[in-house]
């Protein structure tokens, strides 16, 4: 038999009371649309999305922070989520895009400003003012539809994708890009066709054209 006695004894008592209270506490579901549902909701969902945010570092492509490295190439990734696993990989390939002609844009005014700093930067406002106009008009009409999907990778998070897409684009094209600008400012185009940069450029994107012809 249980000792009532040792049970209601004081110090004794008020453990089994706090032990008891502790299981009922434990085992009690809230009731829906109280406070305590509610947190205990959004702290279900924390957890969820902390969870799937460890995940996703995980099993994140190498490719995807540890751009491919190519003499001939421009590398650029993007990643998006959706329901539709179509949708994710689009959304994946606009961002990438985006990054992409964001890089285009950053290779294209450096060699501009090589050419610059060849026929003489200090020495020639005129140059250096059209060289501007040009980088501005290469920045606006960045085209990017050369480009080629290097790589992708799909995960599933719950009810939705996650795309990564990797896309490639050549660097001759760039190239080609800037040589049209070049050439349609008279000013620019006269200063510069002299150039050793300008002419180790032209002779780079022959080469290229060349490699493709059969």
Do not use: H
């Not at 038999?1 to 453990?15: E, F, N, Q, S, W």
């Amino acid at each position: 038999m249980v000792d009532l006695y040792y049970l209601t004894r004081p110090g004794r008592m008020v453990a089994v009371l706090l032990l008891t209270a502790g299981f009922v506490a434990g085992c009690a579901t809230p009731e829906p649309g109280s406070p305590e549902a509610v947190y205990q909701g959004q702290q279900k969902k924390e957890e969820a999305r902390v969870e799937a945010a460890k995940e996703t570092v995980e099993r994140l492509p190498d490719w995807y922070t540890k751009l491919p490295k190519d003499a001939n190439s421009v590398y650029a990734a993007g990643t998006a989520t959706s329901p539709d696993l179509q949708l994710a990989l689009d959304k994946g390939t606009l961002n990438a895009k985006r990054t992409l002609a964001d890089r285009i844009n950053g290779l294209l005014s450096s060699k501009m400003k090589e050419f610059v700093s060849e026929v003489g930067q200090g020495e020639d406002t005129e140059v250096t003012t059209e060289a501007e106009r040009v980088t501005t008009n290469l920045i606006t009409e960045v085209n990017v539809s050369g480009y080629s999907q290097a790589d992708a990778k799909v995960l599933a998070q719950g009810n939705k994708y996650r795309a990564y897409v990797l896309l490639r684009y050549p660097i001759g094209k760039a190239n080609r890009i800037l040589i049209d600008q070049v050439r349609k400012n008279r000013i620019l185009g006269g200063k510069l066709r002299a150039s050793k940069a300008f002419k180790e450029l032209e002779d780079e994107i022959k080469r290229a054209r060349e490699k493709k012809s059969p």
